[in-house]
């Protein structure tokens, strides 16, 4: 668990659900190897996976939201962390991202996916916002079996993250070639089921 979370009075994880967006973080670089430039977090929420990729990258992050009342709690997190530096908060949809073509050197997803309208136009508009040779890190999961079997166990089931609708693996492929997307990888393991784009 990070030093932001441990010492942050704000409603972001704690325990393994901390450790969970710390392992996404570390998956994320690890396959993308992007650490520097600028990063879009596409469905944010409170803005915990933006929170732990600034304790392991330089990135400048953009966390981005629907929906006003996250937008406003990632605004609040951000300043009790003290990140307004490196994390700006912007409301915007995924089908029609308010940045310009060629913006970010990584977008990056946790758990949004799942809950797009239109997957293909999505995917589109992440892919428009890339900069060449820019990487897109999209989809869901618990980082790891372990983490997945310990959040479980601690939460009630009918909570709402654990109820996460489903999204078979030829529909996003589908989804990808509609949105003319041809350098991609599906993966779907221990982690989650993630995409991966390369611009």
Same mark, same amino acid.
């Given at each position: 668990?990070?030093?932001k979370f441990q010492e942050s009075e704000t409603n972001l994880p704690q325990g393994a659900v901390a450790q969970m967006y710390s392992l996404i973080a570390e998956q994320i670089i690890n396959k993308t190897r992007i650490e520097t430039g600028i990063c879009i977090d596409v469905g944010t929420g409170p803005a915990p996976l933006s929170a732990a990729l600034t304790d392991i990258t330089e990135l400048m992050i953009y966390a981005v939201d629907l929906s006003e009342d996250r937008c406003r709690l990632a605004e609040k997190n951000v300043h009790e962390m003290e990140l307004e530096d490196r994390i700006k908060v912007v409301r915007s949809d995924v089908h029609s991202l308010s940045f310009p073509d060629g913006f970010a050197d990584l977008v990056v997803s946790r758990g949004s996916m799942f809950f797009w309208k239109d =997957?293909?136009?999505?995917?589109?508009?992440?892919?428009?916002? =890339?900069?060449?040779k820019g990487r897109a890190y999209i989809g869901g999961g618990y980082g790891s079996s372990q983490l997945k079997d310990k959040i479980k166990q601690g939460k009630e089931p009918s909570e709402k993250h654990l109820n996460i609708p489903r999204l078979n693996i030829a529909y996003i492929n589908e989804s990808l070639k509609k949105a003319e997307i041809k350098d991609f990888e599906i993966i779907?393991?221990?982690?989650g089921l993630w995409i991966v784009i390369k611009r």
């Open positions: 668990m990070t030093e =997957l293909s136009q999505a995917f589109k508009e992440i892919y428009r916002v =890339l900069k060449p779907n393991d221990d982690s």
